[in-house]
């Protein structure tokens, strides 16, 4: 295991494909409203300033349920045209004239519908963003696939995240390649073929004649839950992406200070760099929360790119090389590493307990609270569990 350097090598950043269209477009209209708004000129505030969680909470939830209410109804009333068109004319038109007006219809009901879906997701996210005080729009250490706008947008839009190559980590190192096609199939499937074939298949379902008839507007209350579901999810993804990114900046801007910095041994430092590095591994995707905590570590610890961080095995050969009390700090980076994407995989539940050892249980147990903080919007409760203090759990 090779210790860090004083130098970064920051050509080790790639993104395997640039931003995609929609992604380009979400930003735009972010920074519109930022402009808009006002709020651009505003500097980010602290966790400290912003309301108690109790407040933030009720707010994000307020905004939350108004987006899905929203969705909802955008979704019923898009679904309405197709509906009634169907229930209008079915058997009065040829098969030919009818079948071409109906696919029609449900196409620009599907434009509409997803344009306005689009619209309502970038308006919440930059509405939540406002709330937990980010009003900056952008962060030149982060390039453009980590700042908040870009983050905030493909949550908005469900776009899923890049692959990044930062300092040789392959998050995807344990995942079958056939599974990563099946994901990326569906993942299109879903964004892209959701909302149709939830109009066609419900419409169609229950046969021919008058029995259709009476049961087709079933569609209409069906896909106004299924937008409000997506709707409900963008927000909740947009909520931990926020917080995430908020305690990443705490922890490099306010934890990382040269008193603790001094405590540090090069071994050390590396071993915060891994611990974060193996949990994006571990988790088995590319989530931007725990790809910013990785970037503001490696900018304050001045890492090279000459090391392969993402081994576990080397990890924990490290943490018997490191005195306690920094194998208690590295533990602590571990643990908040691993609660950062809001979820648990199957890999983290299978190897953390041979890095926590004894305290396993307190440390599984400070990973469930602070995701259950992240997931709630309880941003100070999060910040109190991201403490780094060089004594176990």
Known sequence: MSEPTETTDKTSYQRDQPAGFLEKIGVQYYQHLTKKTGVDTLETLAIDDLPPDEIMTSLAESLTNFAAIIAFSIGALTTVASVWFEWKYAGRMSDFLYYSSYAFIILVMLAIEMTVLFWLGLRTVHGLACLTGHHGTHDDSLADTNAVPNMLARAALEVPDPVIHYLGIDPLKHVPKTKLLFVGVLYKAKVLLSSLLIKFILVRLFGKGGSRLGFQWVAIPVTGIWDAFVMYKVAKEARLRLFGHRLARHIADDIMQPELMDKLSPKAKEGAIRAVATMMVLSQNHHPNMLVLLIKLCETFAVADNSEYDNWADFLT???????????????????????????????????????????????????????????????????LCKLDFEAG
């Open 318 to 384: 490290l943490l018997n090389e490191v005195t306690e009390p920094e194998r208690y700090f590295i533990l602590d980076l571990l643990c908040v590493s691993a609660a950062f994407d809001g979820h648990l995989s199957r890999l983290e539940r299978e190897h953390l307990p041979e890095a926590f050892d004894e305290h396993t249980d307190v440390y599984m147990r400070r990973i469930e609270e602070l995701i259950e903080a992240l997931l709630n919007g309880r941003l100070h409760k999060a910040k109190e």
